[in-house]
């Protein structure tokens, strides 16, 4: 393995919303009024940045990702300072991708302008539903009008952008979901993340589950209807969630599902990175926001540092690579673990036998039912 060879990628988390979401578990707080509480978070996060150089072995940046939390709330010129400096910091690709999540209720023309111009050019914007009954059940801050003129500002600011919207929704119909689909069509987006809602622990929606989501058998239904609808639109169905106009495949995600490296830096952001030939280190902040800024302006954001086992790997990488429709490139098991194809050989086998896996050692991939399985077939693998 040559770690200089692995690609590398930048997640840098923004843990503020201006209201935080019933459904979400992300980490991610409601935005307090405070004074200069932006620019100390900026200067966290360009100290924590600087704490991940020496780990990477001089590689360039193929990718950034500015997640949340709501990237649309900072003020232009505080992302411009922190991408300045990254690129002080690293190499960036000569066509580094560059993206920012955006909430449509905090959509300002001159602000996108200004991400633009300081290097972002990539744009994922959280819509969820075009329904404004279904948006309001979501506690969103935005309605459908503010979705259509959001979607608007990005077309003319960004050639990529993605649209993020969820499928099995309290009180959602078949025809709200084609309904949904439609509108989604509609705004020529280079790319399509369509998740469906699952409840997750320690959210509102757990504590107080609507009692109207549809059942199993509708949402399998709508899975298909969303699978069945974006493809016969031109769309590739290349990985679980991920639905692309050809050559704008989310490239950043793409690094993670082929296990590539990536630094991180923020509240709760967590890393990969290749050490040497046979270290893999993950390493994960400290998740509260004045917990992280205290800890990184001390010097030391990491709230957790440890080396994947090598009886660790193989479940990583395939939580990973199967999630992706055409699999990978066997080979790529060495090239980004310590492994060979012989360590996994019986699990293969195993996987083979109850068709999960196709027959054949040219690629790592799910057969249809091993997708509609993928919990199971991921777990087969600890």
């Known amino acids: 393995m040559d770690v200089t060879t692995i690609p590398l990628s930048l997640y840098v988390h923004w843990p503020w919303c201006l209201q935080k979401c ?45 997640g949340g939390g ?83 500002i990005a077309r003319e600011t960004f050639e990529n952008f993605n649209l993020d919207l969820m499928f099995a929704l309290p009180g959602q119909t078949l025809s709200g979901l084609k309904f949904d689909l439609a509108e989604a069509l ?76 990536y630094i991180a830096c923020g509240a709760g952001a967590h890393s990969k990175i290749t050490l040497t030939n046979d270290t893999i280190v993950r390493e994960r902040r400290f998740s509260n926001p004045e917990s992280f800024i205290s800890h990184a302006l001390a010097g030391n954001a990491v709230a957790e540092s440890r080396v994947v086992e090598k009886d660790e790997q193989a479940f990583e990488f395939m939580l990973n690579v199967l999630r992706l429709k055409e699999g990978v490139d066997s080979a790529l098991l060495t090239q980004r673990t310590h492994l060979t194809m ?17 027959e054949g050692a040219s690629r790592i991939k799910a057969t249809g039912k091993g997708w509609a399985f993928l919990s199971d077939l991921q777990e087969m693998f600890l």
């Open 22 to 66: 019933p459904y979400c578990d992300f980490n991610s707080h409601a935005l307090p009024k405070e004074d200069n509480l932006a620019e100390r978070y900026i200067e966290a996060l360009i100290l924590d940045l600087e704490k991940s150089l020496p780990l990477t072995t001089n590689r360039a940046l193929q990718s950034i990702f500015i």
């Open 70 to 152: 709501t990237p649309s709330l900072i003020a232009p010129n505080l992302l411009d300072q922190f991408l300045t400096r990254a690129n002080d910091l690293f190499p960036f690709a000569n066509d580094i991708e560059i993206t920012l999540e955006a909430n449509p209720g905090t959509v300002d023309v001159a602000n996108f302008k200004s991400y633009r111009q300081s290097g972002v050019n990539r744009l994922s914007m959280g819509i969820q539903s075009f329904d404004d009954c279904l948006l309001k059940r979501l506690g969103r801050v935005h309605n459908r009008a503010e979705a259509l003129k959001a979607i608007k």
């Open 186 to 261: 509609s705004a020529e987006s280079t790319h399509l993340s369509f998740y469906q809602l699952t409840i997750e622990p320690n959210t509102v929606f757990a504590k107080h589950t609507p009692n109207d989501l549809p059942d199993e058998d509708l949402c399998a239904l709508m899975q298909d209807t969303v699978i069945e609808t974006l493809e016969a639109a031109g769309f590739e169905h290349y990985e679980v969630s991920g639905y692309a106009r050809p050559g704008k495949r989310c490239r950043h995600n793409l690094n993670y599902w082929q296990f590539g490296d």
């Open 342 to 358: 012989e360590d996994i050989q019986e699990n293969l086998n195993r996987a083979r036998g109850l068709g999960l896996m196709p």
